[in-house]
């Protein structure tokens, strides 16, 4: 059978431009409907553009030939069977691949089928010089039975680059790929590294090619979700270091991984993801629960360095800037829609922060991305949020709805005095809207209103004539005990032009003294800049007047009184525990009593 070496060789250089080499015998064995040849020392050339010379080079070569298709002028190789061989697959600008025989390595449809295939030692690289791809695996046949394959089976070790991203990866699979067959289900062991991102799967794929069907059991870990992207080509959220673990299962259009359980940071994950492929583009969908979620590990979500594991080794305040500033990458929102739910039923969280369930609705259309909802549990209230971020312009156009519902004074600020003998109940909204890359320069160009307003309560007597300076009555109150005094109302209400908020009614108002503020902050230089002047409610033996000045950046806030009057400082700056988180909250309201009441009153006071 060797007379057919020199028609072989001429047929293939003739069809695709390339040298076919047969050095040895070759051999035919009779059957139908395939017949079997073989043939030694056998080599195919790589069109000339590729950077190895040579695509297929193997020592035996034993192919099945489906002669009904051969005798109507189509190639098919129901089985083909290496020994000793190197295999080189190139991708090149343009839309050519090595693997394509037509001249021009562009045409799909000018490829060999080929159903199984068997490889008993030899290596495999793959190239794609513009994606930054260059992988070879080495491939052997296990001698005996180990606790990740069989005897018989094909062990492989892969190395090199995958878009940029170091790899290595070991496993195992069976000893026939079954390219074709979407019944056989093809065993799989995989240990892989790619980047920062480590995965080990044990189960099975049908259909080699096209990904029929996936059954594996998966664990994944790495830096951040947000660093899947190259792998995926789906956006995900940055995170703190992942990792997990669940049953990966593919069918048709539809990947799917169920009962995944994992941390993201300090934090638990439980539920189930879905990405479908058959439309525009892909469509994730999951319901994601946490028993216990650390607030430290949404740092990144909102762009913030709280939870950045590479920002940790600086100071929070570096920068000088309190409000988030990492840049959000909405190049990527495109990449996929979404619909996510998430909700977690404890929050691990500081002291200063007394939040509770936490629910949201994640949806991602079009690169718009909406919360809704984005509900807290605030200080045994309510917070209820919309935020809408449209990825379509640059840069991002921002909304905010956020609505406070009976948050009681008392729970709010557990580590100020202010709230260790208060009791009330705080009512607030704020509406922004802004353009930005970051939250800190979304609100740097906000416009809109914000407000909140406390109706009712009692509060610490002592905390008002320290606010008054009635320095008679403080000392008075530090010998015989401190005491609860009516809270009329308080109210903050500010309207929002470019970043700089304007105070419209700033009162402080209680039995002892009423504190009316005026006053601007500046969101884009993170600077405040209020004063408060007292109205007191009744005569003191002893009482020094000066207005209290808040002043500062929001990393390093300062309570001052008037410059002639140091000996005041200590008393003043007992305000800052008063006044300071009222005016600092972000989630404030417009909506309180009617005007009719006290806050009402007061209100028209102010504004006049």
């Not at 790929?177 to 980047?195: F, K, S």
């Not at 990527?332 to 996510?340: I, K, L």
């Not at 007292?534 to 020094?544: D, G």
């Not at 300062?558 to 009222?582: C, Q, S």
Request: glycine fraction near 10%; charged fraction near 20%.
């Amino acid at each position: 059978w060797n007379w057919l070496r020199g028609p072989v060789e001429r047929y293939t250089l003739q069809k695709t431009g390339r040298e076919l080499v047969i050095a040895g015998d070759i051999t035919v064995h009779w059957s139908w409907p395939a017949l079997r040849v073989q043939a030694a020392a056998v080599t195919f050339a790589n069109p000339p553009w590729a950077q190895e010379k040579q695509m297929v080079t193997a020592q035996g070569v034993e192919v099945s030939v489906n002669l009904p298709q051969l005798l109507q002028r189509t190639v098919a190789f129901p089985e083909v069977r290496l020994d000793q061989a190197t295999i080189y697959l190139e991708q090149a600008s343009g839309g050519r691949k090595s693997w394509l025989l037509d001249l021009a390595q562009q045409d799909e449809n000018a490829r060999i089928a080929i159903g199984r295939i068997a490889l008993t030692n030899g290596t495999l690289g793959y190239d794609h010089k513009d994606e930054k791809t260059s992988l070879r695996a080495q491939l052997s046949t296990a001698a005996a039975a180990s606790e990740s394959s069989a005897a018989g089976d094909l062990v492989f070790r892969l190395q090199g680059g995958y878009k940029g991203q170091a790899v290595q990866a070991q496993g195992s699979g069976g000893p026939v790929l079954a390219l074709r067959d979407t019944n056989l289900p093809y065993p799989i062991t995989l240990d892989a590294t790619v980047g920062p991102t480590h995965l080990t799967a044990k189960g099975h794929i049908t259909g080699l090619l096209s990904l029929a069907a996936v059954d594996v059991q998966m664990a994944l870990r790495g830096g951040s979700l947000e660093q899947l992207y190259p792998l995926l080509g789906i956006a995900l959220p940055a995170t703190p270091p992942y990792s997990t673990k669940g049953h990966l299962v593919h069918s048709g259009s539809t990947l799917r991984l169920e009962q995944f359980s994992g941390r993201v940071g300090s934090s638990d994950i439980a539920g189930f993801v879905q990405v479908v492929t058959s439309g525009k583009r892909p469509v994730l969908t999951a319901d994601v629960r946490s028993q216990r979620l650390a607030l430290d590990d949404l740092g990144p979500l909102i762009g913030s360095r709280a939870g950045n594991t590479a920002a940790k080794a600086a100071p929070i305040h570096a920068s000088g800037r309190v409000l988030p500033d990492l840049p959000f990458n909405a190049e990527r929102w495109g990449s996929v829609d979404a619909e996510v739910k998430f909700q977690a039923k404890t929050l691990t969280r500081t002291k200063t922060l007394p939040l509770e369930d936490l629910v949201v609705g994640l949806s991602l259309r079009d690169k718009v991305l909406t919360l809704d909802p984005l509900n807290f549990g605030l200080a045994a209230g309510e917070l209820n949020a919309k935020i809408t971020l449209d990825g379509r312009t640059q840069p991002i156009l921002a909304s905010a709805q956020v609505r406070a519902k009976k948050v009681l004074l008392a729970k709010l600020f557990p580590t100020i005095d202010l709230s260790k003998s208060s009791i009330g109940e705080v009512h607030g909204d704020f509406n922004l809207t802004g353009s930005g890359n970051s939250v800190g320069t979304m609100l740097a160009n906000s416009n809109g209103k914000m407000g909140m307003v406390v109706a009712g309560g009692k509060i610490s007597k002592l905390l008002m004539e320290q606010a008054g300076l009635h320095l008679w009555e403080i000392f008075n109150l530090s010998l015989t005990g401190d005491k609860l005094i009516k809270l009329r109302c308080a109210v903050a209400d500010f309207d929002v032009k470019q970043g700089r908020m304007q105070t419209q009614a700033l009162v402080f108002d209680t039995e002892v003294t009423t504190l009316m503020g005026t006053g601007n902050i500046d969101l884009k230089h993170e600077q405040l800049d209020l004063v408060f002047n007292q109205r007191t409610k009744k005569t003191s033996p002893l009482a020094l007047r000066s207005p209290i000045y808040i002043r500062g950046s929001f990393a390093q806030p300062r309570v001052e009184v008037d410059k002639g009057r140091i000996a005041l400082r200590a008393a003043g700056a007992a305000v800052l525990g008063a006044i300071n988180p009222l005016l600092t909250l972000i989630p404030l309201i417009d909506a309180g009593p009617g005007k009719d009441s006290d806050c009402g009153q007061l209100v028209r006071e102010a504004k006049s």
